[in-house]
């Protein structure tokens, strides 16, 4: 865990009072905390989401939070310990966010999606791909994948297992990946390609459920490419994004880099869709959960679109 001393008095933006309570009860302290503190001083913002937002953590939960602010001016103490190496890794610069981890004083993993503040403040402006670097000390074994929801024009929802493959970066510095985001993609066999760009398939579709209007079902691979809108991996962690400090609820920064790109994404399933963007919204991730269990049964997730 990284401890740094706290010089400030932070008595005027105090932590979001339902935050802190909820981080106390699954043991995370104020010396825990003293990471996100520090990482404010030099104009991160925090927010947590997943399992303890939505009432289902388990004791081998992971605690989830997303920080946004500028990878330069982390603290070099922090930097190196949750991104060792990092200065050495040339290719990350172009990432848009990074995922990594440390440990609770109590041992529970604490996972961080550090995000740029431009990915947040843009996101659901056009491209449907994210470039994710995980340090070698939060890899995962083998390819990874996300199960998400998307509609054609036809108001046919598809819930895709996208498969995502990692580049490793230098020597054992850690991997690029590429991820699913709001927007539209082509499916062509098990291919997946940004419908502006085919050169190269971004994803596999590893899974494919295609729900009609009239709820009948298709499973498998379709016999024609066809085009879609989803709704992508950041949209669904901003779901539940909290702030972790009430101050961001009065500065704009809730605004900025939650509720703003959720409108982006929502108005932009609507135009594509031409129905009611919350009602498909809705829709699709009420689908998403009558099928999770069978595609992630190992994960568990909100039963609907809240």
């Known amino acids: 865990m990284i401890i740094q001393e706290n010089s400030s008095n932070h008595s005027s933006q105090p932590e979001n009072p339902k935050v802190a309570s909820l981080l106390g009860s699954v043991g995370i302290t104020a010396l825990d905390m003293q990471l996100f503190d520090n990482l404010r001083e030099v104009g991160f ?7 303890l937002m939505e009432n289902r953590v388990r004791e081998s939960s992971d605690i ?28 990350i610069d172009y990432v848009d966010y990074v995922s990594t981890s440390d440990a609770s004083q109590s041992g529970r ?13 843009t996101y659901a402006t056009g491209n449907p791909i994210a470039t994710e670097y995980r340090p070698a000390r939060h890899e995962k074994n083998g390819d990874r994948s996300y ?20 580049k490793t ?9 590429k991820t699913p985001q709001t927007g539209t993609l082509t499916v062509d066999g098990k291919d997946v390609y940004p419908t502006h760009d085919s050169s190269a398939p971004a994803f596999e579709a590893t899974g494919i459920i295609k729900v009609k209007p009239n709820g009948s079902v298709e499973q498998g691979v379709q016999a024609s490419p066809f085009e879609l809108m989803i709704l992508g991996l950041e949209f669904d962690k901003m779901q539940s994004d909290t702030p972790v400090y009430s101050q961001s609820y009065r500065n704009g920064d809730y605004e900025t880099y939650v509720l703003n790109p959720i409108e982006r994404s929502l108005q932009a399933i609507g135009v594509y869709s031409e129905i009611d963007s919350r009602a498909v919204a ?25």
């Open 282 to 306: 809705r829709r699709m991730f009420v689908e998403l959960a009558t099928y999770w269990p069978k595609i992630k049964p190992h994960k568990t997730r909100r039963s609907q679109h809240q």
């Open 147 to 166: 199960f998400l929801p998307g509609i054609d024009q036809q108001n046919n929802i598809y819930l895709i297992n996208y498969g995502c493959r990692g």
């Open 64 to 91: 989830d939070f997303t920080v946004i602010g500028d990878i330069n001016k982390m603290p070099v103490e922090i930097r190196d310990t949750l991104m060792p190496r990092l200065a050495t890794a040339t290719a």
């Open 109 to 121: 993993k604490i996972s961080l999606h550090i995000s740029s503040p431009e990915f947040r403040s």
């Open 45 to 51: 913002v925090a927010f947590v989401h997943g399992s």
């Open 169 to 177: 970066v230098g020597d054992a510095l850690g991997s690029l990946t």
